[in-house]
């Protein structure tokens, strides 16, 4: 008896699900971030015009107008994002200083299964201090892993755009 190819279509859609991970609920990753502070939602959409200024001057597509920002009690922010990884999507939360340089970044939900490796501490501890002037470009100031490329490249891509946001929609 020969199966036919679409019967293994139900687990494959099964098996993306089957790593899905969640490593912090949000209040989990704002603690994480920015422990002790009182978070306050900031929602808030953006224009057009703004949305192709961030794709203009980063390259990455503004997937979402709707920003999910809290405004941190010591004048950071806290933007929970998400990016896809290969086939699934990665939500990862960034925290900026008040001055708009990356304090932290939290690996949220991953749902691949491979590329986990984007939630090594020593990776993501590259993004800190960065502003929307860096190039965030793997290979260039963000190292790239084995492995786990297109996690990494998606991830800094989405940390860019979140710069980029900060940089032409906050101030």
Request: no cysteine; aromatic share 12%; hydrophobic share 40%.
């Amino acid at each position: 008896m020969k199966l036919d190819h679409w019967v293994w279509l139900p687990v494959a859609a099964i098996s993306t699900s089957v790593y899905a991970t969640t490593y912090f609920s949000t209040e989990e990753a704002q603690q994480a971030i920015f422990p002790g502070e009182k978070l306050t939602p900031a929602f808030f959409t953006l224009s057009d015009a703004q949305a192709r200024k961030i794709e203009d001057t980063t390259d990455v597509n503004v997937r979402h107008k709707d920003i999910k920002a809290w405004k941190a009690s010591g004048g950071g922010w806290f933007i929970l994002d998400e990016v896809v990884g290969k086939h699934e999507f990665i939500t990862y939360a960034v925290g900026l200083h008040a001055d708009g340089s990356v304090k932290q970044i939290e690996i949220v939900d991953y749902r691949e299964s491979y590329g986990y490796e984007v939630r090594n501490p020593d990776w993501r501890r590259q993004f800190i201090g960065k502003t929307a002037a860096a190039p965030l470009k793997l290979e260039q100031d963000i190292h790239n892993i084995s492995g786990a490329t297109l996690s990494a490249r998606h991830v800094t891509d989405g940390v860019k755009r979140v710069l980029a946001t900060y940089a032409i929609a906050f101030k």
